[in-house]
Structures are given as structure tokens and as C-alpha cells.
């Protein structure tokens, strides 16, 4: 599993060497007594876990590793980041060697010693027992990467409890924590439920909600500006904006989920109310709130993950707010998210598949039963997951020019080549130019011209053909969307143009782009490959086609909300 790079401070590293702790024994040396995967059974639901050994006198980590089936084990997950990775340290696994990142080792000494300190939260399932990715999936083995990924969903849904792992954190920051949990932990009066109206409610977040604004009534302003900074320092750690913790935190029960800070485990959505009663109650409502407090506040309203799967939100909606997260492997955008969604019918997981072609397939299984501007919406987003950028990089190059004039553009032409069995086309990269207006003092506007790449997607449907086209600002790192055009040809006849404006992803962060008052129109060509015909065995065209046709208004669905986003439909 691919993890967002985290940069490693000298701090962290001295906060260990404050304790007395010495890592130099465990820095990965080579070994001619390698631990050696054993190969899982790829037909079952084969998992690998380890159980950590106490603390033992030469400071070795040790740990047991052993094969189980999913449906019949018990353990906890470990939600983290791969980073830092360096220095590697060297664990024992069954006797034999086995290299750790210097983010897990720390985990995995955290953790070894508050087991060996027997302080078990009460609430944590009582087992030394531990899945982490890194150590239990084979990593180099695609095939089983393949099979272990596709279960990953069931892996974090079924486990007794999921240690969300922060990374080091600073005395002051476990301080604060330590409060917290001090407030949490008090038993709860019958006076505080009858103030609250607990009958109405019969859930306790109302009555830490309140203890935490009185929490915040005791402090001066000082020391709530600094309770305030250290909701920041929790909430705006990197480890928020992997992917992958979308699924990790938001798929396992309710109550399922800690932050373990290496001493206590936090009951994530307990904390959750502590956290966002101080972060309003000292600066208010934040204009850009922190990703990592929206998780918190998530983890109150993610039952709809455990619902049935067509009650799921779509992959579209959760591409809305995960697309732009952090990982190595750009593939992971759109697998971290597949045991969340709504996915009918499934896309497979093989890591093996190119980003072409992975774009492709997910596109054509999307047609059935969606209209065009659903379709047109979702391509848009797998551009900016899959950071699909083409043959060669652009850049953009802007041209102020008077309103008063209109616009004309350019004309230029396009061959898309039909595909022999799959509806969606090959992709094909050109340049377009962009018409822009920016607005002056009333009633006058600028407009300028922006030339920039753009990809041409075609999508055969029964007789129908749509050419999607894309403007893509191609970014380093990244890739962003900024308009997408569809073209919807009946018996090769343009029938109509539908033009939509970004953000397609991201929506609470990223402004709207300019309007549009034109684009470079498009002569497309449809290109019928004889060399494929002659191979190849072309599907049989549909009779009717999969795809609705647009609806008057184009929005979507935030996936843990519920609340709507709409599109701005561009006319000129």
C-alpha cells in the first residue's frame, strides 16, 4: 500500500533521544537469515497477522507471524503513514530479519510498551494481535498485493479496534490529550443527561460537547489559544490527507476507532467533540477547516458506510472530496476508495493495469444508467486522480484581449479512433484555447485567451457517439481540471454541446474558475481501424443506449453530508 510522504523533523528524532532511547541497534543491517514470506492462498481469505513479544532486555522487537482466515480472526488494525521510512530498522518475524520504516518501528515500540505496561483501554478489544500493511502483505508481489488489497475494506471493517498512529508527538500536544481524556473519562452524571434532554437523544456527544465548551470556559485567553493550536497541530498532520485512511477510519464501526498517542487510545469520536468544541469555540468557524477535523466530525456520521451497497455513495461523490489525496501510487485514488462506493458493476483491483486504460474501464462500467453530465463529471475527477497528463507537459500562455470584440476561436481538428470491443476510445491529447472573462468595474469585462492541453475522450454508446474534452491544467505536482465540454453526435449528426466549469474535485477548497465565453471548437473525425476489424471480433452494437441525457441541473452528492453540490453550466 502506497503511503503520502511525511518529512521527518529533527525534533521527533530528539524527543527519543531526550527519553534515553537508542535506536543504533536497530538500524537495518544486511542479514543472510532474511524473513521469507510464505506464499498466502490467493483462493480463500487468507490474511497474515503478528502478535508483538514483551519488552525484552537486548531492546529487540520480536513478533510471531502466522496465516488466518478473515472470517474466523481477531485483531487490531494500525491506520498510519509509511513515512518517515529512514533510517530502516530491523525487527525479528519469526526468528528471521525483516526491515521496518522508522514510522512504523516507532509505532511498534510505542505500542510493545504500553502493552508491557498493562494499560489496555477499556474499550480495546484485549489482544497483542496486529495487521499493518507493511508487514503483513508481501509488498513486491503483485498478485498478492492484487488479492490482499481487494479484502482490505473487510480487513478494517472487521477489526475488534483500528489505532490511528500520528506519528511523535510533542509533550505539550499528549498533554493536551491527556485532558481530554481526563474530561472523556469522567462518568457521566444523571444531571448532565437531563440538561442535555439524553431521553430525546439516548447518545452521550451532547454531554462532551458541553463539558468541552466548559472546559474552554476555565481557561484564560492564553491558555485557550493554545488549546486551539494544539486541535491544529492534530488536525493539519499530514498523516489526514492519505487516501488510504478514508477507508481505514471511516469503514469500521463506530466506536472501533482510537487515537493511540503512545500511552492512551482516544476514542476517536468522543475526541471528535472535544476537538471541534474548542477549534469554534476559540477562532470560530474556520474558513478552511482542517481535513483532519473533518474526519473527526465524519467519524459521527459514517453509518452510511456500514449500509446496504445501494445506499453507498457513489465513487464520483467520494472522488469529490478523496481525489486530490496523498499516495505514491496513483492507482490507489481510486482502489483506497472502492469498499466505500457504490460499485456496480466491480472494478477490479490489478495493479498491473495501466492508468490509460484503468481511466477507460472504470468510464465505460459508469455509462450505464448515468447521464452524460454524470459521465462528463466523473471523467473530469479520474484526470485529477490518475494524474493523467499525456505525451508531453504545457504550459499555459495568457493573452489579455477587449470584450466588445467576440471571441472567435480557432477550429481545429480531432481523430478519434473507434475501439474494436470496450465503448470508451483511447484518449487523444491536442491543444485548445480558452476564451475567459474577468470582470472589471460595472457593467465592463476583460476577457483574455488562454491556450492550454486538452484530452479528447470518445464514448460509443448504441448508435449514439460523446466526445468528452477536457481543459487540464497540468500542475507540479498534479493535475486540475478547469472545464470539460461534451459533444453528443446521433447517426454522426452534432446534436448538442454542454460545456460544465470546475471544480470538479475538492469543492471546499478551490475556487470556481472563470466563466467561459469560448473555446476552440472541435472537428471530429471518427477513425475505424481495418487492421483491428480484421483481428478482431467487434461486440455487437446495443439497441438501446446505456447513458440518460442531461438534466436541466448538474450536482452531486457529498458522501458523508448528504448535502448537494451544483455544477455552473457554461452558455455562449
Not at 483501554?121 to 509488498?139: G, N
Not at 437523544?201 to 470556559?217: F, N, P, S
Request: glycine content about 4%.
Amino acid at each position: 500500500m502506497s503511503k503520502r510522504k511525511l518529512i521527518e523533523t529533527g525534533s521527533e528524532a530528539k524527543r527519543w533521544k531526550d527519553q534515553g532511547v537508542n535506536d543504533s541497534d536497530s538500524v537495518a543491517q544486511p542479514s543472510r537469515r532474511d524473513f521469507v514470506y510464505e506464499p498466502l492462498d490467493h483462493n480463500s481469505d487468507s490474511i497474515r497477522i503478528i502478535e508483538l513479544h514483551p519488552d525484552s532486555a537486548d531492546t529487540t522487537m520480536r513478533c510471531t507471524m502466522r496465516h488466518v482466515s478473515l472470517s474466523e480472526a481477531q485483531y487490531t488494525c494500525l491506520s498510519y503513514t509509511w513515512q518517515p521510512s529512514h533510517p530502516q530498522h530491523v525487527i525479528e518475524v519469526n526468528g528471521r530479519s525483516l526491515s521496518v520504516g522508522e514510522n512504523l518501528y516507532q509505532f511498534l515500540r510505542a505500542y510493545r510498551s504500553h502493552r508491557t505496561r498493562e494499560l489496555p483501554h477499556p474499550h480495546i478489544a484485549q489482544t497483542h494481535t496486529l495487521w499493518i500493511d507493511a508487514i503483513c502483505i508481501r509488498q513486491a508481489d503483485t498478485n498478492e498485493k492484487n488479492h490482499q488489497v481487494r479484502q482490505m475494506g473487510v480487513i478494517y471493517k472487521k477489526a475488534a479496534s483500528v489505532l490511528v498512529w500520528l506519528g511523535i508527538l510533542g509533550h505539550a500536544t499528549k498533554e493536551f490529550l491527556a485532558d481530554i481524556h481526563r474530561l472523556a473519562t469522567v462518568p457521566i452524571q444523571n444531571t448532565e443527561r437531563e440538561a442535555v434532554d439524553w431521553s430525546s437523544t439516548r447518545d452521550d456527544w451532547e454531554i462532551h460537547e458541553e463539558r468541552a465548551k466548559q472546559y474552554l470556559y476555565a481557561l484564560d485567553h492564553t491558555h485557550a489559544s493554545r488549546a486551539s493550536g494544539q486541535v491544529l497541530v492534530l488536525c493539519e498532520n499530514a498523516y489526514w490527507s492519505r487516501v488510504w485512511i478514508a477507508q481505514e477510519v471511516l469503514l469500521p464501526s463506530k466506536y472501533r476507532v482510537f487515537v493511540f498517542d503512545g500511552a492512551i487510545s482516544h476514542q476517536m469520536v468522543i475526541l471528535s467533540e472535544y476537538l471541534s468544541a474548542i477549534a469554534v469555540g476559540v477562532a470560530g468557524s474556520p474558513r478552511k477547516e482542517p481535513f483532519g477535523l473533518r474526519y473527526f466530525d465524519w467519524r459521527s456520521a459514517a453509518s452510511q458506510f456500514h449500509q446496504t451497497s445501494h445506499l453507498k455513495p457513489s465513487l464520483s461523490s467520494l472522488l469529490s472530496l478523496f481525489a486530490s489525496c496523498g499516495c505514491q501510487e496513483k492507482r490507489d485514488r481510486i482502489f483506497a476508495l472502492l469498499p466505500l462506493a457504490d460499485t456496480k458493476p466491480c472494478i477490479e483491483i490489478d495493479y498491473d493495469t495501466d492508468l490509460e486504460s484503468l481511466f477507460r474501464e472504470i468510464l465505460g462500467l459508469f455509462m450505464t444508467e448515468n447521464t452524460i453530465d454524470e459521465v462528463m463529471i466523473l471523467g473530469a475527477q479520474l484526470i485529477e486522480a490518475l494524474e493523467l497528463r499525456g505525451p508531453t507537459a504545457t504550459t499555459n500562455d495568457i493573452t489579455s484581449i477587449e470584450l466588445d470584440i467576440s471571441p472567435v476561436l480557432d477550429t481545429r481538428s480531432v481523430n478519434i479512433r473507434r475501439p474494436p470491443i470496450k465503448p470508451v476510445a483511447p484518449l487523444v491529447w491536442s491543444q485548445s484555447t480558452l476564451a475567459l472573462e474577468e470582470p472589471l468595474e460595472e457593467p465592463y469585462l476583460a476577457c483574455y485567451r488562454q491556450s492550454t492541453s486538452c484530452v479528447f475522450v470518445g464514448i460509443f454508446d448504441a448508435e449514439n457517439v460523446h466526445i468528452l474534452e477536457y481543459a487540464v491544467d497540468k500542475k507540479d505536482p498534479g493535475v486540475v481540471v478547469r472545464y470539460a465540454r461534451a459533444l453528443e453526435y446521433q447517426q454522426g449528426i452534432l446534436v448538442d454541446v454542454h460545456y460544465l466549469r470546475g471544480p470538479f474535485v475538492a469543492f471546499m477548497d478551490r475556487a470556481s474558475e472563470p466563466p467561459l465565453s469560448g473555446w476552440t471548437e472541435s472537428d471530429v473525425e471518427i477513425l475505424e481501424d481495418m487492421a483491428d476489424n480484421a483481428k478482431k471480433t467487434r461486440q455487437p452494437v446495443a439497441a438501446q443506449p446505456r447513458m440518460k441525457t442531461a438534466e436541466p441541473d448538474v450536482s452531486i452528492l457529498d458522501p458523508v453530508t448528504g448535502d448537494s453540490h451544483f455544477f455552473d453550466r457554461e452558455y455562449f
